[in-house]
C-alpha cells in the first residue's frame, strides 16, 4: 500500500499529558499538510511543509502544538499540555504540488482526551 | 459569509434519483476546486477536481461559476454506495501565498432502496 499511513490510529490519553502522531506521506510527494476535524465539520488546515520546511501555520495552531518534517519525508504533529477540547480527528495529507494541487488523505489519529 | 458553505442536507433520495449539491465560496481569487467524499469515520477522498470549463466522471458531473462563485456537483442514477458526506473543498489565496485548502462542512448524502 502506497498511501499515506498514519499512527496511531486511535489514542486515549489525559489531560495534561503529551501525545506525538506521525505521517508518512505517499513517496514522491513532497508537500505534506496537516489538518484537524471534529464531528459535524468538514478539516481545519494546521499546517504546511514542503520538504523539511514549514510554509504555513494556521492560527488554530497555538503555542501547544508543533510540527516537525526533518528529513523531508515522515512527519511528526506533537500536542503539548492537552485540554479536552483538543479531541478530535487529526488528518495528514500529501501531494505532489503546491496547496493548490490534489491532495490525498491518510486514515487520521483520533485523540480522546478525558 | 463564510470561507465555503454547504447545505447540510441531509438529503435522503431513492435509488436512481438524480441528487445535486451546491457550494459558494467567499474568495474571488480562488483558483482551484474540488470535491471530496467521506464515508463515516473515514478519511475524505478525493471525488474530482472541478474545472472552468465543467467536467463529467461517469454518474458524477462538476460546474465551476467563476462569477457567482458557486461550484454544483450532479450525481444521476444514486447508488447505494454512493452514501455519504460530499465535501465541497477550495483553494483559497490570500496576497502572495500559495493558498490552502478550505473545506465546507459537507452535505450528508443518504441513498435508500
Known amino acids: 500500500d502506497t498511501g499515506v499511513s498514519q499512527d496511531p490510529r486511535h489514542k486515549i490519553t489525559k489531560r495534561g499529558q503529551n501525545v506525538t502522531f506521525r505521517c508518512d506521506p505517499i513517496s514522491e510527494h513532497n508537500r505534506l499538510y496537516w489538518y484537524r476535524q471534529t464531528l459535524g465539520q468538514g478539516p481545519e488546515f494546521l499546517t504546511y511543509?514542503?520538504?523539511?520546511?514549514?510554509?504555513?501555520k494556521s492560527r488554530l495552531l497555538s503555542d501547544r502544538f508543533s510540527a516537525e518534517r526533518p528529513k523531508g519525508s515522515f512527519s511528526t504533529l506533537e500536542i503539548q499540555r492537552t485540554e479536552q477540547g483538543d479531541s478530535a480527528m487529526y488528518l495528514c495529507?500529501?501531494?505532489?504540488?503546491?496547496?493548490?494541487?490534489?491532495?490525498?488523505f491518510g486514515p487520521g489519529t483520533r485523540l480522546t482526551v478525558t | 459569509r463564510k470561507e465555503v458553505e454547504q447545505d447540510p442536507g441531509p438529503f435522503n433520495v431513492p435509488e436512481g434519483a438524480t441528487v445535486a449539491f451546491n457550494c459558494t465560496y467567499s474568495n474571488s481569487a480562488s483558483q482551484s476546486f474540488f470535491w471530496y467524499r467521506q464515508d463515516c469515520r473515514k478519511e475524505p477522498k478525493l471525488l474530482m477536481s472541478?474545472?472552468?470549463s465543467g467536467n463529467e466522471d461517469g454518474r458524477f458531473t462538476a460546474q465551476l461559476n467563476r462569477a457567482s462563485q458557486y461550484i454544483s456537483l450532479l450525481i444521476r442514477d444514486s447508488k447505494l454506495s454512493d452514501s455519504a458526506t460530499y465535501l465541497c473543498v477550495v483553494n483559497m489565496r490570500y496576497g502572495g501565498s500559495q493558498g490552502n485548502l478550505i473545506f465546507g462542512k459537507g452535505t450528508k448524502l443518504s441513498v435508500k432502496p
Open positions: 472541478v474545472y472552468s
Open positions: 511543509f514542503q520538504n523539511e520546511a514549514q510554509l504555513e
Open positions: 495529507a500529501s501531494s505532489l504540488g503546491p496547496p493548490n494541487y490534489e491532495q490525498y
